[in-house]
């Protein structure tokens, strides 16, 4: 019998903390669970941990901490609540933290699972984007490990495994496109918040899915690809595939191009980060070729979706320029689902106060918070001297 292995689950009551519960309840004989936490769903907090028997309950939003308490009294379930006991959670001896937080609210609590040397299961791509460099180096300085949990950077990290000393030639990063993939920058004009959220293959959290329909997710990746992968900023490119089944590919020297293929079913990558470098079963609708008929490709047009123009240059020009160009998106995104400004203006904010700020070099951690504050300030002023 193979001891079985401790998980904790941040963000577990989001789209990704959904279908890791899904994978931890098939596989009680591997797993048990440590900690769950969640941002105010107080309700479906203390479902999941009383589905998974979880040793620790944490609350992100300390005004939700009666509420915790009282759903799950007499459970016997450690509960917390505010930032602080978020981290603290981390810092609880798991083998393995699914990192599913949204947005840069996820940073602090995944760098205290790093400094314990934990494996992370990272789906919180923002960790990367807005600190990648100073991430990467406390992983190693800490011996802990990190593997993808973002579809397209688990199809990578399952190609290139065992390989990572062969040279890459081209990392071919795949985006469906999202729901305007065929619009006209005019139509796009009046997209609606509903007409944003629809995704057409993949469900997942309001904040991902408006930046699948800028793009700028695919931005994102970019950046978050090239902190996890051995290739320079020009190796990663970009290729639209609408049905989302190719999950991305990897081109060597000698020409070969190797990919990873599933249904558009984030159980599978999910499960790979807590199974690797096993495999488990997992219940995802099969690919059936003869029904899918045709594989499609295409060029991303960086005219109509300027978001990934912007994240490339954050990347090139580096520094905090990732970290502004993360907070300003993470403003504006909520901006438009709050009504307040338009679907462009999504990238026309992120472009604003990329200008207006610029890069400055990244040293510490502690400026990488500090950044993210200042944006977020900055683009708030912006968009209420906007409108
Ligand atoms: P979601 O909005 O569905 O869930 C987010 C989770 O984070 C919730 O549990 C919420 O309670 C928690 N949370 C939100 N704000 C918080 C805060 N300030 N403090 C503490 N907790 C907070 O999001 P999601 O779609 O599950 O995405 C989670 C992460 O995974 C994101 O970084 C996203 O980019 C990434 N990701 C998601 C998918 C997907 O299919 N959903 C795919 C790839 C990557
Ligand atoms: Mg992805």
Aim: proline share 4%.
């Amino acid at each position: 019998m193979t001891l079985k292995k401790s998980v904790s689950v941040f963000g577990v009551t989001g789209s990704i903390g959904a279908s890791t519960v899904d994978v931890l309840k098939s596989h009680t004989d591997k797993y048990v669970v440590e900690a769950v936490t969640a941002h105010r769903n107080v309700d479906a907090l203390a479902r999941a941990a009383i589905e998974l028997g979880a040793k620790c309950a944490v609350i992100g939003d300390p005004s939700c901490f009666a509420d915790l308490r009282d759903a799950l009294a007499g459970k016997g379930i450690e509960i917390a609540a505010g930032e602080d006991a978020l981290i603290e959670a981390a810092e609880r001896p798991s083998d393995i933290v699914i990192a599913a937080i949204v947005g840069a609210a996820g940073l602090k609590p995944t760098l205290a699972a790093i400094r314990r040397g934990a494996r992370i299961g990272l789906a919180n791509k923002e960790t990367l984007v807005c600190a990648g460099a100073l991430m990467t180096a406390e992983i190693s300085r800490h011996g802990a490990t990190l593997i993808p949990v973002d579809s397209e950077h688990s199809a990578i990290f399952q190609v290139l495994e065992d390989r990572e000393e062969m040279r890459i030639d081209r990392i071919l990063l795949t985006a469906s496109g999202g729901p305007f993939r065929e619009w006209s920058l005019k139509d796009m004009q009046s997209v609606t918040r509903v007409q944003a959220l629809a995704h057409p293959n993949w469900e997942m959290g309001a904040k991902i899915s408006i930046d699948s329909a800028t793009m700028m997710n695919k931005g994102l990746e970019l950046i978050e690809a090239w902190h996890l992968f051995p290739v320079a900023e020009e190796q990663i490119e970009i290729v639209v595939h609408p049905q989302s089944v190719v999950h991305s590919m990897v081109e060597y020297p000698d020409g070969s191009v190797l990919a990873q293929l599933g249904s558009p079913d984030m159980r599978t990558p999910i499960a790979y980060a807590l199974s690797w470098p096993d495999r488990i079963k997992v219940d995802a609708p099969r690919l059936d070729f003869a029904t899918i008929g045709r594989l499609n490709f295409e060029a991303p047009d960086t005219n109509r979706f300027p978001a990934l123009r912007l994240a490339r240059q954050a990347l090139q020009e580096g520094g905090t320029l990732p970290t502004v160009l993360n907070a300003a998106n993470e403003v504006a995104v909520e901006a438009f689902l709050n009504d307040r400004i338009g679907f462009l203006d999504i990238a026309g904010t992120v472009e604003k106060v990329m200008t207006r700020l610029g890069s400055e070099p990244l040293t510490s951690l502690e400026q990488v918070f500090e950044t993210d504050e200042m944006v977020r300030r900055e683009t708030s002023a912006c968009l209420v001297s906007a409108s």
